[in-house]
């Protein structure tokens, strides 16, 4: 049981690049997020998934698109980077009306 | 989401209680109160939950005043190892898995 697993753990990217940052979980959970979090800040919901096939926004979506094909797996792609994306990104899984999330341990992205 | 309002930073004595305080006087009815920690930029973890009776698991105890309008997160012996940032969260539980939204939180400095 490796928990939720997010690739790559560091990223620099330059700007108007594209990446997409991978995240699995192996627990069987319905619901999937990404949060980013900037210096000093708490958490910021991007977006989220209750499924396979369903995903929505969260607070702050704008320059992220996201897809929901398998129950394990939910990517985030940045489609045309911005410095303004440089943050700390993590995915969190948890069971549909499950209290315990569970939290990747991060992927450091910079765009210069 | 009713929102919370945290120290912002709080210090502790290795060994001691570690009291960690939360006001959230807009709490509805059906909103239960969540306590997550992050240390050194992991990924968030969850720590304790309730509604609006005493909780206390192997890691903390929760504290909810009668009116449920705040609580306190009790770490019993604080070790080095509990010096992080606590966030205090109040959410629905059912139905909408991972939706947190996170306030600036208490940093916790437990000193030898």
């Known amino acids: 049981n490796a928990g939720v697993t997010q690739t790559p753990k560091f990223q620099v990217l330059k700007t108007g690049q594209s990446m997409t940052l991978q995240c699995a979980q192996d627990?069987?959970?319905?619901?999937m997020s990404w949060y980013r979090q900037d210096p000093g800040m708490g958490l910021r919901l991007i977006h989220y998934?209750?499924?396979?096939?369903?995903?929505d926004q969260g607070e702050v979506p704008n320059g992220y698109n996201v897809s929901r094909s398998t129950t394990e797996d939910f990517p985030l792609r940045l489609l045309s980077a911005a410095p303004s994306q440089t943050s700390v990104y993590f995915c969190?899984?948890?069971?549909?009306?499950?209290?315990?999330?569970?939290f990747g341990e991060g992927s450091w992205l910079t765009v210069v | 989401d009713a929102k919370t309002t945290q120290p912002p930073s709080m210090d502790c004595a290795e060994g001691r209680a570690a009291n960690l305080p939360c006001n959230h006087s807009?709490?509805?009815?059906?909103?239960?109160v969540y306590w997550y920690r992050q240390i050194h930029s992991q990924g968030p973890q969850y720590i304790i939950h309730?509604?609006?009776n005493n909780e206390t698991n192997e890691m903390a105890s929760l504290i909810i005043t009668e009116d449920r309008k705040s609580s306190t997160l009790i770490l019993p012996h604080a070790t080095l190892r509990d010096t992080a940032v606590y966030y205090c969260?109040?959410?629905?539980?059912?139905?909408?898995?991972?939706?947190?939204?996170f306030g600036q939180g208490t940093e916790l400095s437990v000193k030898p």
């Open positions: 969260i109040v959410r629905v539980a059912s139905n909408q898995g991972g939706k947190l939204i």
């Open positions: 807009t709490i509805s009815g059906n909103e239960y």
């Open positions: 309730g509604l609006k």
């Open positions: 627990m069987n959970h319905e619901y």
């Open positions: 969190a899984s948890s069971y549909f009306q499950g209290n315990t999330i569970y």
């Open positions: 998934s209750v499924g396979a096939g369903i995903t």
